[in-house]
C-alpha cells in the first residue's frame, strides 16, 4: 500500500517540491546580495543629509515588488497543497472506482486511508515549513528596513507567510480538500470548492478571528510623532483630524478615536490653523523632525493642552509568536476534525 501510494504522488510531489527547489535556490542566490546592499547603505548612511531614514525607504521602495511576489509565493503554497494534492487524492479513485480493488485484496478501508493521509498529509507540512523557513531567512533583511512600518510582521500578508502558521494552513488545505473530494467525489468541483473554502476562511480568519485570539492592550495617550501617521487640516472649517498608528513599531492597531478634555469622541479637533502653533509655518530645519522646534511637534504640543487625548486599541509586536502558536493550533485541530470526519465517512457512507 505504501509503494502504491508513492507511485501515485511521486509526480505531482516531485513538481511542487521541485519548484521549492527552484525558489530556494533563487533565494540563496539573491538574499547575500541584498543583505551586502543594505549593510552597506546602513554604514554610509550617516554621512546623507537625509540620514538613514532616506536610505531604508529608498532601499525598500526598489525592492518592494520582489518581496511581494515572494511573499505571494508563499501564501498560495497552502492552497495549492490543498487544491492538487489534497482534493484529486481521493477523487480519482472515487470516479474511476478502483478503490474497490483495492478493499477486495485484504487492504481495508482504514489502513487504505491511514496510508494516503500520512504520507501526503506529512509531505504537505514539509512542503509548507519549506517554503516558510526559506522566505523568512531571505526576507529577513526586509524586516530591518521598511517592512517595519509598510508591512510590520503582524500584518496579515507577512503573518500567514512567516513562522509555523504556513505548516498549519498546509495540513489544513490538504485535510480540506481532501474531505470536499469524499464528499464531492469529482475532482474539478472538489477542486473549485475546495480553493474557495480556504480562501474565504483565510481572508475571515485575520478580519474576524485573529483579533481576538489574545486580548489587546488598551491605552489613552498623548499625541506625539511617534503614534502620527496622517494629519488632515481644513483651514475652510478650522478642524484638524488625526490619524494614528500602534505607539511600538510593527505593532497591530485595531482602532483609535481620539476624545476630548471630558472624554468624548471627537471625529476633528477645532483649532486656530490662522495662527498659533498649528497655524502656517516655515518647512522645518533639517535635523528637526521629530523634536520640539519642529512646527508639527508644536502643534501636537498644543493639541495635548487642549485635553485632546488618543484612545488606543492595539496588539504589541511582541504578540507574533503567541498569535503564530495560538493560530497554528486553531488550524492542526481543524484538521484533524477533518481527518476524523473522512474516516467516520469512508467506513459508515462511502461505498
Known sequence: MIWLTWRQFRIPGAALFGALAALAAILALTGPGLADDYATGISACGNESGGCGDFVDRFFDDNQSTFLAVTALVLLLPALIGLFWGAPLFTRELETGTHRLVWNQSITRTRWLTVKLGITGLAAMAAGGLGSLAVTWWASTFDQAGAVEDFPRLSAMVFDARGVVPI???????????????????????????????????????????????????????????????????????????????????????????VDASGNAVD????????????????????????????????????????????????????????????????????????????????????
Not at 530645519?285 to 487642549?306: F, H, Q, V, Y
Request: aromatic share 10%; proline share 11%.
Open 268 to 351: 476633528s479637533i477645532p483649532v486656530s490653523m490662522s495662527s498659533g502653533p498649528c497655524g502656517p509655518s516655515e518647512p522645518p530645519a533639517p535635523g528637526t523632525a521629530g523634536t520640539p522646534d519642529d512646527p508639527m511637534s508644536k502643534c501636537l504640543t498644543e493639541i495635548n493642552r487642549l485635553g485632546y487625548r488618543e484612545q488606543l486599541t492595539y496588539h504589541a509586536p511582541t504578540r507574533f509568536w503567541p498569535f503564530q502558536w495560538v493560530e497554528s493550533g486553531i488550524y492542526t485541530a481543524l484538521a484533524l476534525c477533518l481527518v476524523g470526519f473522512c474516516f467516520w465517512w469512508i467506513r459508515r457512507r462511502l461505498s
Open 168 to 258: 498549519a494552513y498546509s495540513a489544513f488545505a490538504f485535510a480540506l480538500g481532501v474531505t470536499v473530494g469524499m464528499l464531492v467525489r469529482r475532482s474539478l468541483p472538489a477542486m473549485a470548492i475546495t480553493l474557495v473554502a480556504f480562501a474565504a476562511i483565510q481572508v475571515a480568519m485575520p478580519t474576524l478571528v485573529r483579533p481576538h485570539l489574545l486580548p489587546p492592550t488598551r491605552a489613552t495617550v498623548e499625541l506625539s510623532p511617534s503614534i502620527l501617521d496622517g494629519l488632515g487640516r481644513n483651514p475652510n472649517t478650522g478642524l484638524i483630524h488625526i490619524q494614528v498608528k500602534a505607539p511600538d513599531p510593527g505593532g497591530w492597531l485595531l482602532s483609535s478615536q481620539t
